[in-house]
């Protein structure tokens, strides 16, 4: 495996996403199938991220973050917009251009029971993609590599002869995590890696993300549903709302001063483990459902939830001002 020390030829920028959209045909018609409309997953999103950073992505579910995610991935075709990874414009690519890509491009995925084929053994789980790539031809070293991997992620080497089922939750995303680290990525998407796990286990997990981290000098794209999680692997964090990102700051400026009316009241569903602090603190929590991504509110797309909302926000879309210190945000709040 790689050290951490980073390489001066490679783009300091991993990640550059300019304006991704991901929309998906809705069809009707009994007989004759035609396209009445589109949910628009991921309707102009940009971000970037740079080498050994996390950048967290943060919303509620079918926000389109685990869809930015995938596309970016090139695990899905997208509609449009850019995707250039360590330099390279990935956005046109077909499956078979990909898959040298995809060697440096891996993900982890939320369920550590069902991403893991509970008929193979660990070790042909987290070898596979060594094989994959043609990388498994002498034994010893594919066994020894193997071995390093499970090592890597907290786990013992007899481990790889057993199945998934006689492991718990918490060392199945460890095997997920040795399976994603087996091509040696320079980028891994987490795409809610900890959410189906106890409590008690989210920071073992989160903690093993950071010191692969500072090992292997990893970037990560860390999706999460709330800003609890992200927290503390987060470098910086971009907060999504009905397929666009509303804001984008770093960890500190983002929990210190949230702008977006949003992002504070997905930092006012925190609980605070005070019950006294948590039992006087004002609240701030939005209510009603998100809106369908296949009709979008127009104006500012959290208008119809925004206890902000002004005249302004109904009919003129926001866009995403730059407001220095390397954050940015889209509300007419924060205008010119
Ligand atoms: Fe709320 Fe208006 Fe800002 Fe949208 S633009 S978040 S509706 S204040």
Redesign the pocket.
């Known amino acids: 495996m790689t050290s951490s020390a980073p390489d001066a030829n490679l783009p300091e920028l991993v990640l550059e996403v300019s304006d991704l959209k991901v929309h998906f045909p809705v069809m009707a018609g009994a007989v004759v199938r035609k396209q009445v409309g589109s949910v628009k997953a991921v309707d102009g999103v940009s971000f970037n991220v740079r080498r050994g950073e996390t950048l967290g992505l943060v919303g509620e579910s079918g926000c389109g973050k685990s869809t930015t995610g995938l596309a970016v991935l090139k695990m899905l075709d997208i509609t449009s917009g850019q995707v250039v990874f360590e330099g390279e414009d990935i956005s046109g690519y077909d499956r078979a251009r990909m898959r040298p890509i995809r060697r440096r491009m891996q993900m982890v995925y939320q369920d550590p029971f069902g991403s893991l084929n509970p008929r193979m053994k660990v070790a042909q789980i987290v070898g596979e993609p060594l094989e994959v790539h043609g990388m498994a031809n002498d034994r010893a070293i594919y066994r020894a590599r193997v071995a390093s991997l499970l090592d890597m992620v907290g786990l013992l080497p007899d481990m790889a002869d057993r199945y998934p089922h006689e492991f718990s939750g918490g060392q199945r995303q460890r095997i997920g995590i040795a399976r994603a680290l087996a091509l040696e990525p320079s980028l891994i998407i987490c795409d809610e890696p900890v959410s189906a796990l106890d409590v008690s286990i989210q920071a073992q997990v989160v903690n093993l993300f950071q010191e692969l981290q500072e090992r292997l000098g990893l970037t990560y794209v860390f999706i999460a549903h709330d800003l609890a999680v992200v927290r503390h692997i987060s470098h910086r964090i971009a907060v999504m709302y009905l397929g666009r990102i509303?804001e984008i700051a770093s960890r500190a400026d983002l929990y210190a001063r949230p702008l977006?009316?949003?992002t504070v009241a997905l930092l006012a569903a925190i609980p605070i483990p005070d019950p006294e602090v948590e039992a006087t603190r004002p609240q701030q929590i939005i209510t009603g459902e998100v809106p369908s991504a296949m009709r979008p509110p127009p104006?500012?797309?959290?208008?119809t939830r925004?206890?902000?909302?002004?005249e302004?926000?109904k009919s003129v879309d926001?866009p995403m001002r730059d407001m220095g210190d390397d954050r940015a945000v889209?509300?007419?709040?924060?205008g010119a």
């Open positions: 509303v977006h009316p949003y104006g500012c797309r959290f208008h925004c206890p902000s909302v002004m302004v926000c926001p889209a509300c007419h709040l924060h």
